[in-house]
T-cell receptor, first 111, second 115 residues
């Protein structure tokens, strides 16, 4: 089955700096790559996603890039704010049914 | 905005007991899922359900687990004989057209504690 690796496991940045989180996947048939933000004790919430026919997608301070050849995708957060502090999960899916998550990155934005 | 609702928010049970976790997916959604998250770990896929049958299940979803859509609104996860290692947060999720075609919406989760 699909295996998603995520790095780093923890990331600490100063407010205003950028944060980058990277993921790799194993199944070349995967074609959908969402990113979720999970605050402590809460549900995962979708923040951005990308499909395999697109190389990059941006939504305000958040962007995701996908390299299908290398089977990796990245989340970029610019101008980080303390409220960006959370655990971020990448995921990969190849059909309507199964989505596998990475291990998560705990992002801390220091004021 | 419509939400996936889960009950109870916290369930405590003794090892060997059966538990049923309940979920009400968003009303026009056709695809339903259960995930679990052991404290401090990643979200793990358990099972997907579409058209009144299991579409896919993970290696975690063994014979102790079952899912059911007993009526037009509820979607349940049953664990027949709970083990200590079943302690986790269980998230129900639903999607209108399936993962990749429409967003996946998670419920707030049920924290299961097996003692």
């Amino acid at each position: 089955g699909e295996n998603v690796e995520q790095h780093p496991s923890t990331l600490s940045v100063q407010e205003g700096d950028s944060a980058v989180i990277k993921c790799t996947y194993s199944d070349s048939a995967s074609n959908y790559f969402p990113w979720y933000k999970q605050e402590l004790g809460k549900r995962p919430q979708l923040i951005i996603d990308i499909r395999s026919n697109v190389g990059e997608k941006k939504d305000q301070r958040i962007a995701v890039t996908l390299n299908k050849t290398a089977k990796h995708f990245s989340l970029h957060i610019t101008e980080t704010q303390p409220e960006d502090s959370a655990v971020y999960f990448c995921a990969a899916s190849k059909n309507n049914n199964d989505m596998r998550f990475g291990a998560g990155t705990r992002l801390t934005v220091k004021p | 905005e419509p939400e996936v609702t889960q009950t109870p928010s916290h369930q405590v049970t003794q090892m060997g007991q059966e538990v049923i976790l309940r979920c009400v997916p968003i009303s026009n959604h056709l695809y339903f899922y259960w995930y679990r998250q052991i404290l401090g770990q990643k979200v793990e896929f358990l099972v997907s359900f579409y058209n009144n049958e299991i579409s896919e299940k993970s290696e975690i979803f063994d014979d102790q687990f079952s899912v059911e859509r007993p009526d037009g609104s509820n979607f349940t996860l049953k664990i027949r004989s709970t083990k200590l290692e079943d302690s986790a947060m269980y998230f129900c999720a639903s999607s209108e057209q399936g993962i990749g075609n429409s967003p996946l919406h998670f419920g707030n989760g049920t924290r299961l504690t097996v003692t």
